[in-house]
């Protein structure tokens, strides 16, 4: 059974950081590409950073690029998400994704606000 835990959430000041973590059972990371998706409040899913099985494809949003960093620990088998000059805009709930399997985590609360 594959699960997706994420965890880091929470609420910070506009320009803060926080480092969102994904740790995954039943699936290796280093099988498969993994992102992270965020629902903001009364929107759908948007797509925000994917990783390649290998790491040496990465895409982020462009409302993230410059700020957001996806990475993973294979050994660890948990996939990062720093978040840096953190916006209002960026206050959502932030899932990790497993994308061949179609699998998805339980979600963390982002609050950016003064």
């Known amino acids: 059974q594959v699960q997706l835990v994420e965890s880091g959430g929470g609420l910070v000041q506009p320009g803060g950081s926080l480092r969102l973590s994904c740790l995954v059972s039943g699936f290796a990371i280093s099988s498969g590409a993994m992102s992270w998706y965020r629902q903001r409040p009364g929107m759908e899913h948007e797509f925000v950073a994917t990783i390649t099985r290998s790491g040496a494809i990465i895409r982020y949003a462009d409302s993230v690029k410059g700020r957001f960093t996806i990475s993973k620990d294979n050994d660890k088998n948990t996939v990062y998400l720093q978040m840096n000059k953190l916006k209002v805009e960026d206050t959502a709930v932030y899932y990790c994704?497993?994308?061949?399997?179609?699998?998805w985590g339980q979600g963390t609360q982002v609050t950016v606000s003064s």
């Open positions: 994704y497993q994308v061949q399997g179609d699998y």
